[in-house]
Nanobody, 124 residues
């Protein structure tokens, strides 16, 4: 059974930083592109960042570009999201996801497996 387990969420003041991790039980982790999405109460799930299978390509939502960095360690089956200069509008549940297909990184429907999410709350 495939499991994606996120960790590292919490409460932080505006301007602070957090590092999220997602450990995947995928047998062939390096065959999957990985993404981070977030969902605030009453809002749709939105794309945050994605990384290609090898880690050579990264993609970001405009709202986080320059503040967030996605990375992966294929030897550890783990993907990370480094979040700096956090803003109150970054408050949401953050989900990691794994995508086997070569389709767009931006659509949640393209992803095959999802974690349970970790809450990030940013106070002003």
């Amino acid at each position: 059974q495939v499991q994606l387990v996120e960790s590292g969420g919490g409460l932080v003041q505006a301007g602070g930083s957090l590092r999220l991790s997602c450990a995947a039980s995928l047998r062939t982790f390096s065959s999957y592109a990985m993404g981070w999405f977030r969902q605030a109460p009453g809002k749709a799930r939105e794309f945050v960042a994605a990384i290609s299978r090898s880690g050579g390509m990264t993609y970001y939502a405009d709202s986080v570009k320059g503040r967030f960095t996605i990375s992966r360690d294929n030897a550890k089956n783990t993907v990370y999201l480094e979040m700096n200069s956090l803003k109150p509008e970054d408050t949401a549940a953050y989900y990691c996801a794994a995508k086997y297909s070569s389709g767009t990184h931006y659509a949640p429907t393209q992803y095959d497996y999802w974690g349970q999410g970790t809450q990030v709350s940013v106070s002003s």
